[in-house]
């Protein structure tokens, strides 16, 4: 009879913020499939709830945890009740809860509001946990942490009407850089991945009826794409679970398209 084969991920703990949907739902059950332990994050408890019921593996060993990560307090505070709970701090930490609230937009029209909540969601969202995570781990002993960002194709491709955005995800890519030199001391690797359009809620509001992109997919059927088709959410999460494996061991700082050959 054959041995069973370990997960590359069993025995670690993950934290992965925006994981009641999208790519952050699939992160989890990704990280959760290769034998880790999995607190999922959102702002939305009933999400959250129901990625958890997704979840492989001992169901004692993940937990929910409702958070609004453009909260300091609220972050700091998760991370204390985790590594509480848990009796270690995360050694794998995916701050993926992103997006643009409030839509996307000429810089013309754009109000204020909107620009400021895209920039603090994507930008302000990652240094939160970033830095929280990063805290947890050096104050436990933490000496193969692996902290995986989540940036945007567009951050390298600048197109009209996605200024807020594209300022957010470029900053967070130049972000990551940063911290990974910063973190490299403490044995905590750094890197972002850069998703090109990817078949999530995200993507359904954009493209939907009255969406800001409705015609644009429309005409091209994501046929611009060289490989014909959008990524599915577990293409990227199978990268950011690459990431936070050993098998990237010397890979820090690096930003890794999933894009279809789209650049």
Known sequence: MAESKEGRLTGRLALVTGGGSGIGRAVCQAFAREGAKVVVA?????????????????PKSHRQYEVDVLSSEAVQEMFK???SEYKAAPSIVAPVAGGTPLGVGNILDMSEKSFNLTIDL????????????????????VNNGSIITISSRVAETPRAGWSSY???????????KVAALELAEHGIRCNSVLPGATRTPFLDQLTGKGGPLQDHYKASSGTGIPMGRFAEPN??????TFLASDESSYVSGASIKVSGGLQ
């Open 235 to 240: 293409e990227v999460a199978n990268v950011i």
């Open 81 to 83: 009740v985790v590594c």
């Open 42 to 58: 959102d702002i939305n408890g009933s999400a959250a709830k129901e990625t958890l019921s997704l979840l492989q593996g001992d």
């Open 166 to 176: 594209i300022a957010a995800k470029a900053a967070v890519q130049q972000f990551t």
């Open 122 to 141: 994507n930008l302000k969202g990652t240094f939160l946990t970033v830095k929280a995570a990063a805290k947890a781990m050096v104050d436990n002993n």
